[in-house]
Structure formats: structure tokens, C-alpha cells
């Protein structure tokens, strides 16, 4: 049944029964577990010391997004990448889990909404606000969306245990990286969040969807908090970058 609304975006169909359903065309043949990670050079690294193969595609018109396997002493892992944006998320995860995945764990990068967050601070989103559009395919229209809690405790037991400094907070997931205007900002700060990103909001609403475990890492990256913008060199700290790569990786054998 549709609930209706003026504008579209808020209109919710609770039919369970799309046209298009990823398990039309794809088969189990994926690790239950997987790291879907935004750390493209990190992962080529990554792929490269320790020789993994490639297993599977995620395949789009742009280009195709190979999946590789990471054989450890105990059990396959697989790893990959996906698309930017909310769209992007949700369909890498659809397919993922369409393909054998069940248990998830999400890394990359995402802005610093607040000046005290020192750049490669990892943050556990524990709830994002969804200034998106993806996630109201998923779920009827709300203000916030919560991370897999189960998945999130598990993932903050094992920072703890392993003493890897990090912070939980709340996210702000927006589909226009260049509408982040300095009053957006300051209101998306006032509510709760501390980073800025594209994706969170979608992962959380399919996996609430399906009840997928899901939990992601983020590290802060350029800084958006002040009166401009402070890139930080973000998206070249590659010893920060790899580290998070890493956890991620330690992180899912744990869930």
C-alpha cells in the first residue's frame, strides 16, 4: 500500500514484492562476510601484499567493481568496493547479498562537522540523519536512522578490546557534496552529528530492511566545521587510510 504524501520523495510503498529482485540473476557464491570499503588505493595495496584474487564482479554500465577473496587461517572473507552515493550503497549491498554475503562491515572517509575532531579520528555512526534519498525506498520517512545495534556493539567491543582510540556519534548523510552550505552545517551540528558523508543512511535502511548485520567505520577527514573548507589532505593519508582498511577487515572476522 502506498502512503501518499505532496512530495515524493515521502511517499512509502509497503509492497515487499519489486519487479527486479537481485536473486533473479545472481547465485551464492560469496563468503557469508565482507568489507565494502571507499579506500580505493588502500585496498589495491591491500591486494597486492597479500595476493588476493579476484571472485566476482559487481557490474554496472560505468565499470565493473571486482570482488577479491581473503583466505585467512579460519575462514573467506571477500572485499570490495562500492559506487558513491546513497544509489551506489544500497545497490552494491543488494547484489552483495544476493551473491552469499550476511555480514557486513563498511569503511571510508567523511567530514569533520566539528573542530576538535583531529583528521584519521575513527568514528563508529551509531545513527545517521537521512538527508538522502535512497533510504525512503527502504523504510517510511523518518528524521534518523539507527545502525544495526547488535553489529555496532560488537564492533565497539572489539575497538575496545584491541585499544584503538575511536568515537560513536551521529552522521549526516546528504546526496550533494557541494550543497553542504555553512547554515547546514551548523544545524546538522546543533542535532547530534559529527561527520558529513554520502552512504550511511542507505546501508542502514537496507540492512534494517533485510536485518542484514551492518556496522561501518569512518575516519574524519577534511574538516567543514569552520568558515572554509580545510581539505586537510584527506584523501592522502594513506597510513590512516590503510589502518582503517585493516580494522575493517579484523573487525568482520569478529562479527
Not at 50 to 67: A, C, H, M, Q, R
Not at 77 to 95: D, K, N, Q, S
Not at 234 to 241: A, C, D, H, L, P
Amino acid at each position: 500500500m502506498i502512503a501518499k504524501n505532496q512530495y515524493p520523495i515521502c511517499e512509502f510503498d509497503t509492497n515487499k514484492n519489486p519487479i527486479i529482485r537481485p536473486t533473479s540473476f545472481l547465485t551464492k557464491t560469496l563468503p557469508k562476510k565482507c568489507v565494502i570499503t571507499y579506500l580505493r588505493r588502500e585496498l589495491e595495496r591491500f591486494v597486492e601484499e597479500n595476493k588476493l584474487s579476484i571472485i566476482g564482479y559487481l557490474t554496472s554500465e560505468v565499470f565493473d567493481i571486482p570482488i577479491y577473496e581473503y583466505v585467512t587461517d579460519t575462514e573467506r572473507l571477500c572485499i570490495t568496493m562500492a559506487l558513491c552515493g546513497g544509489p551506489g550503497a544500497a545497490v552494491a549491498f543488494e547484489e552483495l547479498h544476493a551473491m552469499g554475503c550476511e555480514t557486513f562491515i563498511v569503511c571510508g572517509g567523511a567530514g569533520a562537522l566539528t573542530n576538535e575532531s583531529k583528521v584519521g579520528e575513527i568514528v563508529v555512526p551509531v545513527a545517521a540523519v537521512r538527508d538522502e534519498g535512497t533510504s525512503y525506498h527502504y523504510l517510511k520517512p523518518s528524521r534518523e536512522i539507527e545502525c544495526h545495534k547488535e553489529t555496532v556493539e560488537k564492533v565497539i567491543t572489539y575497538l575496545k578490546e584491541m585499544e584503538i582510540p575511536f568515537k560513536t556519534g551521529k552522521t549526516w548523510t546528504s546526496d550533494a557534496i557541494y550543497r553542504e552550505t555553512p547554515d547546514m552545517i551548523e544545524y546538522r551540528r546543533n542535532e547530534g552529528c559529527i561527520t558529513v558523508e554520502m552512504e550511511a543512511a542507505a546501508f542502514f535502511a537496507v540492512s534494517h530492511y533485510y536485518n542484514i548485520p551492518l556496522a561501518q567505520l569512518l575516519y574524519a577527514g577534511d574538516d567543514v566545521s569552520g568558515d572554509d573548507w580545510d581539505s586537510r589532505n584527506w584523501n592522502t593519508q594513506e597510513n590512516i587510510r590503510y589502518k582503517l582498511l585493516r580494522i575493517a577487515i579484523e573487525a568482520v572476522k569478529k562479527l
